[in-house]
C-alpha cells in the first residue's frame, strides 16, 4: 500500500496518511471478513457487511492536520453519508471514522488510535470501461434495398459482448447517450429494461449497480439532474431476469441492445481488502 487517503463526502476534502498524518503499515486495513451462518453441512447468509477496524497514526508537529481531519470526520458523520478511503488511487471503500483515540501526547508528535467503520465491508476498483456506439444511421434507400421489396427491413440488432475480468459477478455504472426513448438492453439472460423516461440528445443517463448504492439519474444536456429511479424494471429483484441492477457475470456475456444509442458500462471489482500486490 502507497498511499492512502480520506475524501469528504461532505466537502469534497482529501487528507492523506503519508504526512504530515502517518498511517504506518495500517495492518488494520489488511483484513478481509465475511459475514456467514454455519449449518449441519456448510455455510449460508454468506454475505459482507459492514465491519469495524483500527488504524494508528501519528501526527508530527501539525495542530492543523489534526484539526482538519477531525472536521472532515466530523462533516461526514453529521451529515450520515460515508466519505471515501483510496488507496493507491484505486481501490477505494466507504467509511465513517467516528472515533479517535489520543495514545501519546509529546512536543513534537501525537499518536492516536482511529476507529474506522466500511460501509460494506468492500473495497473496489473500476477494472474496465467499454463503450458500444451506435450503428451508423440507416436511410430510406438502404431499408428498402434495390429490390423494391414491399417492406422495408429494420436495421438488425447489434450483438457484442460485455467483458467481466474478474472470476465473480461484478457491480457496475452503464450510461446511456441520448437520445433515447425507454432505453432497454440485455446483458447474457438478464434484461435491462427503463420506462418513461426520454434521454435527450446531448444528455445521457446514468445506471449505477453498485452493492452500497443503486440509482438512476437522467443529466440533461445544461447539467440538470432528475432522479428517475422509478424508471427501472426490477421484476422480483436479483435472479429474476429483468433485474435492471443485476449484477454482470464473470468472463464475457453477449450484449445485445437496438443500437440507436450509445452504452458504455463501467465494471467494477471488490475484495475484502486492497490487495498485496498493489503493496510496495
Known amino acids: ?11 469534497g476534502g482529501r487528507i492523506g496518511f503519508e504526512g504530515p498524518v502517518y ?13 456467514y451462518s454455519v449449518g449441519g453441512r456448510g455455510l449460508s447468509d454468506i454475505i459482507r457487511k459492514a465491519r469495524e477496524l483500527t488504524m494508528n497514526v501519528k501526527v508530527n508537529r501539525s495542530e492543523t492536520s489534526l484539526d482538519l481531519m477531525h472536521t472532515m470526520f466530523d462533516a461526514d458523520m453529521h451529515a450520515g453519508t460515508p466519505g471515501r478511503l483510496v488507496c493507491d488511487g484505486e481501490w477505494e471503500a466507504q ?24 460501509h460494506d465491508g ?22 428498402d434495398q434495390p429490390y423494391d421489396l414491399p417492406v422495408d427491413l429494420s436495421s ?30 440485455t446483458v447474457g439472460a438478464n434484461l435491462y429494461q427503463l420506462n418513461d423516461v426520454i434521454v435527450p440528445d446531448g444528455g445521457y443517463l446514468t445506471l449505477t449497480a453498485l452493492n452500497d448504492r ?9 447539467g440538470d439532474r432528475v432522479d428517475v429511479f422509478s424508471s427501472g424494471m426490477r421484476g422480483s429483484g436479483k435472479g429474476c431476469g429483468t433485474y435492471v441492477f443485476e449484477p454482470i457475470p464473470s ?30
Open 122 to 143: 468492500q473495497w473496489r476498483r473500476m477494472a474496465t470501461t467499454q463503450r458500444f456506439s451506435p450503428l451508423a444511421a440507416v436511410t430510406d434507400e438502404t431499408l
Open 251 to 280: 468472463g464475457d456475456s453477449v450484449l445485445t441492445w437496438p443500437g440507436d444509442y450509445t452504452l458504455e458500462f463501467d465494471v467494477y471489482e471488490a475484495q475484502g481488502a486492497p490487495p498485496w500486490s498493489t503493496s510496495s
Open 214 to 222: 443503486k440509482s438512476i439519474v437522467l443529466t440533461a444536456p445544461n
Open 95 to 118: 467509511a465513517w471514522i467516528p472515533k479517535t483515540s489520543i495514545k501519546s501526547i509529546s512536543p513534537t508528535m501525537v499518536e492516536a488510535e482511529l476507529t474506522i467503520v466500511l
Open 156 to 185: 438488425p440488432r447489434l450483438v457484442m459482448h460485455v467483458h467481466n475480468p474478474s472470476p465473480t459477478d461484478s457491480e457496475f455504472v452503464c450510461r446511456v447517450f441520448g437520445q433515447a426513448t425507454n432505453p432497454q438492453f
Open 1 to 11: 500500500m502507497r498511499s492512502l487517503e480520506y475524501v469528504c463526502a461532505a466537502t
Open 23 to 35: 498511517g504506518e503499515t495500517m495492518t488494520g486495513l489488511r483484513g478481509r471478513e465475511w459475514s
